[in-house]
């Protein structure tokens, strides 16, 4: 059974940045596509960004393309989401969830069998 643990939210003013990371356990990070997504108060859980533990090609919606960086490293088994030139909107509760290694339809939330159990992000002044 694999586990996902995310870790380092906190709270950010505006224009800061935060990095979040994924330590996967139970398997490689070649055997996951490992998707980040957001929770906003009172909203959906959204898909953000991913990458492909096939392929390692790296996949960002158009909210945080840009300004939020995936990266990975096989040797700690972790997978981190750099997050730039913070905005306010960019508050919610941040889960990374693992998938099939190459997934086509990496937005849908049902797509992924791993979940982590999510880390705060709030972005105010």
């Known amino acids: 059974q694999a586990h996902f643990v995310e870790s380092g939210g906190g709270l950010v003013q505006p224009g800061g940045s935060l990095r979040l990371s994924c330590t996967v356990s139970?398997?490689?990070?070649?055997?996951?596509?490992i998707g980040w997504f957001r929770q906003a108060p009172g909203g959906e859980r959204k898909w953000i960004a991913c990458?492909?533990?096939?392929?390692?090609?790296?996949t960002y919606s158009d909210s945080v393309k840009g300004r939020f960086t995936i990266s990975r490293d096989a040797a700690e088994n972790t997978v981190s989401l750099q997050m730039n030139s913070l905005k306010p909107d960019d508050t919610g509760v941040y889960y990374c969830?693992?998938?099939?290694?190459?997934?086509?339809?990496?937005?849908?939330?049902?797509?992924?069998?791993?979940w982590g159990q999510g880390t705060q992000v709030t972005v105010a002044s």
């Open positions: 969830a693992g998938g099939r290694p190459y997934l086509d339809n990496y937005v849908y939330i049902g797509n992924y069998d791993f």
């Open positions: 139970g398997g490689t990070l070649d055997h996951y596509t």
């Open positions: 990458i492909r533990g096939s392929t390692k090609s790296e």
